[in-house]
């Protein structure tokens, strides 16, 4: 992106004389072309040399002995034998043009402010493109990571199948993860996972927790084993400070059993026929925080009802910025749909959370198994 040629003002080429014209119209081209800050610094020094000033240097903050500030100066009373004008962007000084010695008479300082004002433009236009270009860069990463994200989920299954997920970041790119799949012996792996922090350090640590998942789980039906070689791993590589809470289970559509292990994270819900609910908390750690941890699997036949993990997003849903859902409030809007598929439940259960006066605070990430129709055949 190229920086806006500055115009000149012709006004003021009357006072600087006929000669200057052509100098400061050439700069305003020269300036325009450049690509970088020293290349319009170039500019400047070349047009104020042709003008007849031979031995001007361009200063900053580093080349000068004082602080630019100090010697700056837009008197149009040349001192003797020196003078220093400033190049300043947006009020503040970054350089200066100092003209000395045998040659310092050669052109009016009115003519170098005009190039220093030029020039100052110029570097403000750069700086602004720049910008705008690192800005544009990283929209485009965050963009490729968000698609990468959503490579990493499920892929579309039927309406029937007794399994459904749904992620929203709260931002570009997400913090949760969810997951699951169907094995040839029938067996249906799943998990659901939150990582620390924001950004992109969470982003990729959420995307080797969710591959490593799904390598694992495909030959294996013991959540708590899978969870502690998942964490063995993430204590080794991930950042410091950063960990994830965690479920990962097994659920068996044929008898409707759920074996399942949790990592720090919120209590998972079941949902029985009689709409009674039980939760299952958390009794180890998060992943990522000590190597040696032991898990523990529980298991619970849902008898047709259903189970629900979530994350934090969810419950912390604030509504008109004073009151959190809670889970006493999603299982209120459990219920209000309870009548409604499994997929539709709970994309009708965020459509609820889109109205007026709910706030969303963090990424959300729910998924659901309803063995009613897992258990259809039984």
Same mark, same amino acid.
């Given at each position: 992106?190229?920086?806006?040629?500055?115009?000149?003002?012709?006004?003021?080429?009357?006072?600087?004389?006929?000669?200057?014209?052509?100098?400061?119209?050439?700069?305003?081209?020269?300036?325009?072309?450049?690509?970088?800050?020293?290349?319009?610094?170039?500019?400047?020094?070349?047009?104020?040399?042709?003008?007849?000033?031979?031995?001007?240097?361009?200063?900053?903050?580093?080349?000068?002995?004082?602080?630019?500030?100090?010697?700056?100066?837009?008197?149009?009373?040349?001192?003797?034998?020196?003078?220093?004008?400033?190049?300043t962007v947006r009020g503040r000084q970054i350089a200066a043009i100092s003209c000395?010695?045998?040659?310092?008479?050669?052109?009016?300082?009115?003519?170098?402010?005009?190039?220093?004002?030029?020039?100052?433009?110029?570097?403000?236009?750069?700086?602004?493109?720049?910008?705008?270009?690192?800005?544009?860069?990283?929209?485009?990463?965050?963009?490729?990571?968000?698609?990468?994200?959503?490579?990493?989920?499920?892929?579309?299954?039927?309406?029937?199948?007794?399994?459904?997920?749904?992620?929203?970041?709260?931002?570009?790119?997400?913090?949760?993860?969810?997951?699951?799949?169907?094995?040839?012996?029938?067996?249906?792996?799943?998990?659901?996972?939150?990582?620390?922090?924001?950004?992109?350090?969470?982003?990729?640590?959420?995307?080797?927790?969710?591959?490593?998942?799904?390598?694992?789980?495909?030959?294996?039906d013991d959540p708590s084993t899978l969870l502690e070689i998942v964490n063995r791993?993430?204590?080794?590589?991930?950042?410091?400070?950063?960990?994830?809470?965690?479920?990962?289970?097994?659920?068996?559509?044929?008898?409707?059993?759920?074996?399942?292990?949790? =990592?720090?994270?919120? @209590? /998972? !819900?079941?949902? %029985? #026929? *009689?709409?009674?609910?039980?939760?299952? =908390?958390?009794?180890? @750690? /998060? !992943?990522?925080? %000590? #190597? *040696?941890?032991?898990?523990?699997?529980?298991?619970?036949?849902?008898?047709?009802?259903?189970?629900?993990?979530?994350?934090?997003?969810?419950?912390?849903?604030?509504?008109?910025?004073?009151?959190?859902l809670g889970v006493e409030g999603l299982i209120q809007l459990v219920e209000s749909?309870?009548?409604?598929?499994?997929?539709?439940?709970?994309?009708?259960?965020?459509?609820?959370?889109?109205?007026?006066?709910?706030?969303?605070?963090?990424?959300?990430?729910?998924?659901?198994?309803?063995?009613?129709?897992?258990?259809?055949?039984?």
């Amino acid at each position: 992106m190229r920086a806006a040629r500055p115009r000149p003002n012709i006004a003021a080429e009357q006072e600087l004389g006929p000669r200057c014209l052509p100098l400061l119209l050439q700069l305003g081209h020269d300036i325009a072309a450049a690509s970088t800050h020293k290349e319009i610094a170039a500019a400047a020094m070349q047009a104020i040399a042709l003008a007849g000033q031979h031995d001007a240097a361009w200063l900053t903050e580093a080349d000068a002995e004082q602080p630019l500030a100090s010697f700056g100066t837009t008197s149009s009373e040349p001192t003797p034998r020196s003078r220093s004008i400033p190049v300043t962007v947006r009020g503040r000084q970054i350089a200066a043009i100092s003209c000395c010695g045998a040659d310092e008479a050669a052109i009016s300082t009115e003519f170098v402010q005009t190039v220093a004002g030029l020039t100052g433009l110029a570097l403000d236009n750069l700086t602004m493109a720049e910008d705008l270009a690192k800005q544009s860069n990283f929209q485009d990463e965050l963009a490729l990571v968000a698609e990468l994200q959503r490579n990493l989920l499920p892929k579309e299954q039927t309406r029937s199948f007794p399994v459904y997920g749904l992620n929203r970041p709260v931002r570009h790119i997400s913090g949760d993860f969810f997951d699951f799949f169907e094995r040839p012996d029938g067996l249906i792996p799943f998990a659901l996972g939150d990582v620390s922090g924001k950004g992109l350090n969470a982003a990729l640590l959420m995307a080797k927790t969710a591959s490593l998942f799904r390598c694992l789980a495909k030959n294996m039906d013991d959540p708590s084993t899978l969870l502690e070689i998942v964490n063995r791993e993430i204590c080794e590589t991930a950042s410091r400070g950063m960990f994830v809470t965690m479920v990962a289970g097994l659920y068996d559509p044929a008898i409707g059993l759920v074996r399942f292990a949790n =990592a720090g994270h919120e @209590p /998972p !819900l079941v949902r %029985l #026929p *009689d709409r009674s609910y039980q939760s299952f =908390a958390a009794d180890a @750690p /998060p !992943l990522g925080i %000590l #190597p *040696d941890i032991v898990f523990r699997t529980e298991e619970t036949n849902l008898q047709r009802g259903e189970f629900y993990i979530f994350s934090d997003g969810l419950t912390e849903f604030r509504y008109d910025s004073q009151e959190d859902l809670g889970v006493e409030g999603l299982i209120q809007l459990v219920e209000s749909k309870a009548k409604t598929p499994l997929r539709a439940r709970l994309e009708a259960l965020l459509s609820d959370l889109d109205g007026d006066g709910w706030e969303a605070r963090d990424d959300l990430t729910v998924l659901a198994i309803d063995d009613s129709l897992g258990g259809a055949s039984r």
